[in-house]
């Protein structure tokens, strides 16, 4: 069994998103964004399907240019190859869902864009 807890070692970053593996599973690899308000994380796509959870805040997410406000307890799921964005409405935690054979420094590498 492996564990780790969402709520616990929080620390927002002033200047970009905070991205933190979770858990990396046999099958997944959870991970945690915490973004200020007005964060943006640049359109980018995934070579897998992801599933994206607002545990806190709110988000504007796009989605192949069309825009979708999610807050608290909203979940998504997106195939790969699918442009995306997202800008933090509110200072929000996301749960992001990997695939095992995604690399969780993509993540990262998506905020130098």
Known sequence: MKANNLLKDIEYHDTRP????????????????LM????????????????????????????NGKRHDLSKGSIV?????????????????????LNKFDAEDRVSKVLDL
């Open 77 to 97: 799921a997106l195939p790969g190859g699918v442009p995306h964005d997202l800008i933090a409405k509110e200072q929000s935690m996301i749960r992001l869902t």
């Open 36 to 63: 200020r308000e007005n964060h943006e994380m640049k359109e980018h796509k995934t070579p897998f399907p992801i599933v994206i959870q607002i545990i806190e805040g709110r988000i504007d997410f796009g989605v």
């Open 18 to 33: 905070a991205i933190k593996v979770m858990l990396n599973t046999d099958f997944t690899k959870e991970i945690r964004i």
